[in-house]
């Protein structure tokens, strides 16, 4: 039993719990922090994955995984708040108009 | 011609893991009728096959699995919401026996298809014992890139792969012409409609 | 004469151990928490202390300096983004009126009594 | 110009350490025409400034992180205890800060570092100063956050 693999059970644990909640929600935004906080776990994984096999090259993908995480967690909440957005300046001018 | 010897090391249950946590993952995409979640859900799905594929050594396919899939794609698909309502449709629970007939037996053959396949990293299997070597050992003599796949892609397939460099070679136009490098004066230029904005910066 | 390896092991199993803790807590917590808000704090734990202590003992246990590098680049870069993900998260539900549940006996405002 | 040079150097440094490749003078090529490629880019839309290229943080940003990571691993502490005890005393809070540091890096930088100890999240910057959640009233300790504040203020230099 190495230490790696006892750093991956727990991330495997803590991937499984994050999941729960992105299952449950309630609210859209848990689901997004779930998401959020899952990708930072893929990050770590994929790093004890090379250092399991022996082989720790592939760090680079650990590094592109965190960079893309940040970036869709950031685009997804623009797009909501452009959603939002579009959605209230909508509302005033029906309520003029009714 | 060979025996599955399933050896429990730590990768064999990570594997295990991930593609438990896969098919639950599908199965509350399946179940879910809120659709933000079903989004969220994919995303989710796509960071886990990429731990897969690198766990599976396929590192590039990971790359590309984790750009497309857990990036681009769910930005579409919530751009797709915005043209759609958000909750799906509450349906007659599934009467379609053909469909899930003709899954049956396609998921039935593939799995029969995987008992005549190599083992995994066997050296006498097909893909080890031809050419694949010959490459290994000359790919750093001929071409200086040290990635064997970009070497094989863009240089020793370059013909073969004809399209893919054409389908990149028009992605490159496209972005210089959007950003205006073609012209002379570095773009056009584009003045804010409120002057204040501009000012403030 | 001291033996560096053994060292290296014994401060590296440290590092995943409290480091494994602390993500697993971080994630028992988003499950627990009872609001949206009180879950960022959970999420937080997990960001922080869990990811930069098991970067930290992989760092230990590296091979060569490059992987180190990276490593630390890594760990550079979730300490940089984790907070802007998380205030994003938390900035956007405020924003679209998300109140928080407030004091010891966990009510929303203006939910009465 | 100078802000230009330090990012071409900074990003050159950070290409040279992630591919390890010193003396393959083709891949160098590679490597030095896109840094100038990026940089040049980043000229272009106008946006090495302060903001991208913070050279008013340093060198006193390293010792913040040191004294901050200190601050990190104690309310880690804290909220782990509330994630795992049997039966958690929450008591949710929400109360403004007032923010010192006056340049936009520095109030960047002191915000995160709210979020980033766990047990307080910033939630909004506004006219009164910064929104913070905090997890429990322990944790609402307006004097110890205004002291990351000042320290922030300390070593944020000037917007220029």
Redesign the interface.
Known sequence: M?M??VA??GI?AA??LA?VR??A?PS?YD??L??NS??TK?VI??GL?GF??GRPD?LD?AL??AL??F??TI??LR?FSY?QSSKTRAKPMSEGEA | MSAFEVELT??V??DL?LLT?LI??AF?MLRSR?L??VV??S??YS??S??FF??LDA?DV??TE??VG??VS??LM??GM?LTARREKPKTPGRAPVALAVVFVTGAALAYATIDMPAFGDPDAPANSYVGQQYVDETPNDI???NIVTAVLASYRGFDTMGETMVIFTAGVAVMLL?GLGSAR?GREVSDAEPEDGEA? | MIDWDLIRDLLSWALFLTGGFSVVAGAIGLVRFPDFFTRLHAAGVTDTAGAELIILGMMIQAPNWIVVVKLAFIAAFLFLTSPVATHAIAHAAWMVGFKPMQGPDLRYEGDGK | MGRFIILVLALGALWLLLSG?FD?P??LGFGAASVLFAAL?AR?A?IVDNDSVPTGLFPGIFGYWLWLTFEIGKSNIGVIRHALAVEPKLSPKLFYVPCQPKTSVGKATFANSITLTPGTVSVDLGEEGILVHALTEDFADVGAIKEMGDYVARIEGSEA
Do not use: E
């Open positions: 190495s790696f693999a991956t059970a495997i991937m499984t999941l992105a299952f929600g859209l689901r997004v779930a998401g899952f990708g893929t994984l994929i994955m399991l096999t592939f993908i592109l995984y893309i995480n970036a869709a685009a997804i797009f959603r | 730590p990768i249950f990570l893991s946590m639950l993952v509350a809120h933000f979640a969220m859900l995303g989710i960071l886990l990429a731990a690198v766990s590192v990971a790359f984790a750009a857990a990036g769910t930005v919530l751009a915005l200086a890139v040290p950003l570095g910066k | 490749y393959k083709l891949l880019m272009r106008g």
